[in-house]
């Protein structure tokens, strides 16, 4: 976990992951130094405080696991394609038991991400085992569904529920109803714009607080200084009824029109939206009225704006869609989207600048976590007026990717120049390519773009016939355009996939300016020194390519 801090605003920050993890590390050498026993080095750490967030009944309970987390249980949900555990784990460790509904004997476990080095033990049918840090891990037991836990930090700045510059949503002149499957857009709108006001009239942010319960909603906008609270429990609800949306643009390979449900008003500043609460898209279901596609969160044209906590689930489009912005922070966000559900990205960064996305999981089909930038008039933002934009200086960092398609990427878009682009502290659970840059469209330049410890768990299924840890491409789909310094570092492969790694550029738009350093293959203790050691033999229009221990 990295260690909570409050700073002036009140906003919380946070100590690398990396040192909390490294400090915690050289306590445990000291402890082995002076001869304890394992155990008793892990003695030393208290257990943290574990808080237990409301499940609303939509959400139908596993069948396949309990959990207890520090002797508390913390219900599991049933989700297509994965099963669900959320909570928060203050500071200290937490010792987690997982067991099977049915009570049967665990015949084999895998607890992930590998790189953590978490042993477990088995007793019948329970797995045990402790971890030093909130992390999100994910857990198979034999056959049964993968088990995502998400253990988040422990809530520091959860305000008060009301009072002076509160605006709760259930309290009047607002009094929204939850779980009924009423809208209750006008209230939210009502105690949003209430707020909004208040904070800009007192320098400062008037505070929605919105209690635990599923809100049925229409669109939602955002003005300056607001913060958005999501108590644990708290579900904002999309359902697809075009009758109470507006169309916001077109997906063309979806074939249907898409809706923004929360967005930002143009030129909006100093908005955060927190808490632990949920963002529920609503999947397959929402389609089913009028086939209106959600984009969950649209924050376009605005800047001081905050993500902290919040889970984002079942988008049927691209789930968080920041555009035209900057100076944006998402942190410790949890984007659960299905698998049988195309073209739900978890985030894709857009023609922004100074956006970092900090302490996340991203898990679905499409790619959890990329950047693009598009032409003026694309259809999926073709409402939106000015110009496009380059993107600069995007941070992705403290991440868990499971996806059947890219774990981090830039691109496909690059029609406006992407520069300053690093994914970093990465574990690629399982994907089709763990790392790539994909310049499908467009004529601008991808440039100065860094991946740094890099973890590629496994590569189970492939994607545009690729099926390997690295691919950097080019395509001439619209126009054609170059890629220009790549750095790739420090990456452990424990699975390599069944392709050639991959380095194909286009006469007229080389990829040029790779670096690789660090890279340990499946198999091997040591960095590799050759191009073949890394199976990067699919080569084509480049230049400047090496390789270094």
């Not at 830039?410 to 502290?425: L, M, R, Y």
Request: proline fraction near 5%; glycine fraction near 10%; charge should be neutral.
């Amino acid at each position: 976990m990295r260690s909570p801090q409050i700073a002036a605003d009140g906003v919380e920050s946070r100590v690398p992951r990396c040192l909390a993890l490294g400090l915690t590390a050289l306590l445990l050498g000291v402890a082995a130094l002076l001869g304890l026993p394992q155990s008793a080095q892990s003695a030393q750490a208290a257990p943290g405080a574990v808080g237990v967030y409301p499940v609303p009944s939509i959400y139908s309970a596993s069948t396949d696991y309990r959990l207890t987390v520090n002797g508390t249980s913390v219900p599991v949900t049933k989700y297509p394609g994965y099963d669900i555990a959320q909570l928060s784990l203050g500071t200290g460790t937490a010792t987690i038991a997982v067991t099977k509904v049915n009570n049967t004997d665990i015949g084999s476990y895998s607890i992930s991400p590998q790189k953590l080095g978490i042993a477990g033990s088995v007793s019948g049918p329970t797995l045990t085992f402790t971890v030093q840090n909130d992390e999100y891990l994910i857990v198979k037991l034999d056959g049964r569904p993968n088990l995502v836990i998400a253990a988040d930090p422990a809530e520091t700045n959860r305000p008060a529920s009301s009072g002076t510059g509160i605006f709760n949503v259930r309290s009047a002149p607002y009094s929204a109803q939850p779980n009924t499957g009423a809208y209750t857009t006008t209230a939210f709108q009502n105690a949003l714009n209430d707020a909004a006001a208040y904070g800009s009239a007192n320098g400062t942010q008037g505070i929605v607080y919105v209690p635990a319960g599923v809100y049925t909603l229409g669109n939602l906008y955002l003005r300056s200084d607001l913060a958005f609270y999501l108590a644990p429990g708290a579900v904002l609800r999309y359902t697809g009824d075009r009758d109470h949306y507006v169309v916001n643009g077109h997906k063309n390979s979806q074939g249907r029109d898409l809706t923004w449900f929360i967005s930002t008003r143009y030129s909006s500043t100093n908005i955060k939206i927190y808490g632990r609460g949920i963002i529920d898209g609503n999947g397959q279901a929402a389609l089913a009225p009028d086939n209106l596609g959600v984009n969950l969160l649209a924050p376009i044209y605005t800047s001081g704006f905050t993500v902290d906590g919040i889970t984002f689930r079942e988008a049927s489009s691209w789930a968080v869609i920041p555009l035209r912005s900057s100076n944006m922070t998402f942190r410790n966000i949890k984007l659960f989207n299905r698998f049988d559900m195309g073209e739900n990205d978890g985030i894709d960064v857009m023609e922004s600048t100074d956006v970092t996305v900090d302490h996340a999981i991203g898990i679905g089909t499409d790619d959890p976590f990329s950047t693009k930038t598009w032409g003026a008039g694309t259809d999926i933002y073709n409402t939106v007026p000015g110009t496009a934009r380059p993107l600069e200086n995007v941070t992705f960092n403290d991440l868990v990717s499971w996806t059947y398609c890219y774990g981090v990427k830039v691109g496909q878009g690059v029609f406006q120049p992407q520069n300053k682009v690093t994914f970093q502290h990465v574990v690629v659970y399982d994907a089709a390519v763990g790392i790539g840059v994909h310049h499908k469209y467009g004529t601008a330049g991808a440039t100065n773009i860094k991946f740094d410890d890099i973890d590629i768990e496994r590569l189970s299924f492939k994607n545009d016939d690729n099926r390997t840890w690295l691919a950097l491409m080019t395509g001439n789909t619209a126009g054609i355009g170059p890629v220009t310094g790549v750095t790739i570092s420090n990456v452990k492969v424990r699975n390599a996939g069944i392709t050639a790694a991959r380095v194909n550029g286009l006469p007229g738009a080389p990829i040029t300016g790779v670096a690789l350093k660090n890279i340990v293959m499946p198999g091997s203790t040591t960095p590799a020194t050759t191009l073949s050691q890394v199976n990067l033999t699919n080569l084509s229009d480049y230049g400047s390519l090496t390789i270094t221990p």
